[in-house]
């Protein structure tokens, strides 16, 4: 039984480029939510996908984007980046109506 | 607005013997609330959760919490750990609306020692 699938596991970037991360659901799982861990801090939400929509927003600026596809797969972009944004982000799926959240491996994005 | 607070952001025990792990929550609505523990270049692996019954609440590899609603606590708990227990832990809430998102609190670094 897959889980959640991440893609890349690591890769970097120099500041002001743009990146896409993508993120492969559970199976059953139809919705996707994204979260960024910097260094020594616990996840922080980004936004919710749902049938293709954003569905929540945490407090990130509109650099951050998002996309989710038919079949349930989502990516996040970033533009412009910064240093700062250099961090763990971790896509987490679930089924909607249930809070049971599976987690992937994360992709590790180190800006220079 | 929800926020955690986890009390400790290192706990050093020797192996064998028992831990607490202290998470406190602010929130001005009903919540779920989430242990997930995070092994190094990992993601996050689900420990236990609570939605609604029984206020203790047993979870995988022998971890337990329990719900303290009086006061706003849902400490995670093991008898006896294990080396393999070293790990980061993350207390997390959720209100009771539809899909919402998790808050999680900042992290505690267990390091069990032999």
């Known amino acids: 039984d897959a889980g959640v699938t991440q893609s890349p596991t690591h890769l970097i970037k120099t500041r002001g480029q743009q990146v896409t991360l993508r993120c492969s659901p559970k199976?059953?799982?139809?919705?996707v939510s994204w979260y960024q861990q910097a260094l020594g801090q616990g996840p922080q939400f980004i936004f919710q996908?749902?049938?293709?929509?954003?569905?929540q927003r945490g407090n990130f600026p509109d650099r951050f984007s998002g996309h989710q596809f038919p079949n349930y797969s989502s990516e996040l972009n970033v533009n412009a980046l910064l240093l700062g944004d250099s961090a763990l982000y971790l896509c987490?799926?679930?089924?909607?109506?249930?809070?049971?959240?599976?987690f992937g491996s994360g992709t590790r994005l180190t800006v220079v | 607005a929800q926020s955690v607070t986890q009390l400790d952001s290192q706990v050093p025990v020797f192996e064998e013997a028992p831990v607490e792990l202290r998470c406190n929550y602010s929130?001005?609505?009903?919540?779920?609330l989430f242990w997930y523990v995070q092994y190094p270049n990992q993601g996050l692996q689900l420990l236990l959760k609570?939605?609604?019954?029984?206020?203790l609440v047993k979870g995988i590899n022998g971890f337990e919490a329990e719900f303290n609603k009086s006061q706003t606590s849902f400490h995670l708990r093991k008898p006896s750990v294990h080396i393999s227990d070293t790990a980061e832990y993350f207390c997390?809430?959720?209100?009771?609306?539809?899909?919402?998102?998790?808050?999680f609190g900042a992290g505690t670094i267990l390091r069990v020692k032999s």
């Open positions: 199976s059953g799982h139809d919705t």
């Open positions: 997390a809430v959720s209100d009771l609306e539809y899909g919402n998102k998790l808050v």
């Open positions: 609570y939605l609604s019954g029984s206020t």
């Open positions: 929130s001005s609505v009903s919540v779920y």
């Open positions: 996908y749902y049938e293709e929509e954003e569905r």
């Open positions: 987490a799926s679930s089924l909607r109506g249930y809070y049971g959240y599976t």
